[in-house]
T-cell receptor
């Protein structure tokens, strides 16, 4: 049972445009969400996170939006750059439980 | 180097052999997590440890897998009598002791890619 779902396995965007990566979750106990970026043959790198008490968090070109009622979050990258090409994972945790539950990832390709 | 160090980067084992994967957390981090990524899948939690203590091993297979984080030295993930299905990337992450845990995301190592032949 996939509690964190990233329904788009891949996304292709032109350089300079907006990339929108989506994530849905089923467990209403999740209260903290994270996005990680992963290059081939490397470990995931933390990108941005959001607590369930917020609906938006912004860090430079990256913004995460959370819609609790829809159990949906999205990562916006503006403007997209070729170096952003990677696999993006959405992850979630519940309360004081330290383990992260991961989606399957979305492979983003930013074309020059 | 202040990052999470995993070794070896690549490990090849024959079926039935033992695999030992090592992880040295970031300096100052007291928590270690092991995750496994099977081909074409996301990361799956395996185990969470503090020094000399297993906190949560709910993701560990019941047999052949064990983990430790001794008082001195790296954390070790041990897989006995490996089978082909154990072939995966194994990632270690570490985090400091914070009140809520993981506010800023865990720091991951580069992983160990285990291939069982």
């Amino acid at each position: 049972d996939q509690q964190v779902k990233q329904n788009s396995p891949s996304l292709s965007v032109q350089e300079g445009r907006i990339s929108i990566l989506n994530c849905d979750y089923t467990n209403s106990m999740f209260d903290y969400f994270l996005w990680y970026k992963k290059y081939p043959a490397e470990g995931p790198t933390f990108l941005i996170s959001i607590s369930s008490i917020k609906d938006k968090n912004e860090d430079g070109r990256f913004t995460v939006f959370l819609n609790k009622s829809a159990k949906h979050l999205s990562l916006h990258i503006v403007p997209s750059q070729p170096g952003d090409s990677a696999v993006y994972f959405c992850a979630a945790k519940a309360g004081n439980n330290r383990k992260l539950i991961w989606g399957l990832g979305t492979s983003l390709a930013v074309n020059p | 180097n202040a990052g999470v160090m995993q070794n070896p980067r690549h490990l090849v084992r024959r079926r039935g052999q033992e695999a030992r994967l090592r992880c040295s957390p970031m300096k100052g981090h007291s928590h270690v997590y092991w995750y496994r990524q099977l081909p074409e899948e996301g990361l799956k939690f395996m185990v969470y440890l503090q020094k000399e203590n297993i906190i949560d091993e709910s993701g560990m297979p019941k047999e052949r897998f064990s983990a430790e984080f001794p008082k001195e030295g790296p954390s070790i993930l041990r897989i006995q009598q490996v089978v082909r299905g154990d072939s995966a990337a194994y990632f270690c992450a570490s985090s400091p002791l914070t009140r809520t845990g993981g506010d800023y995301g865990y720091t991951f190592g580069s992983g160990t890619r285990l291939t069982v032949v």
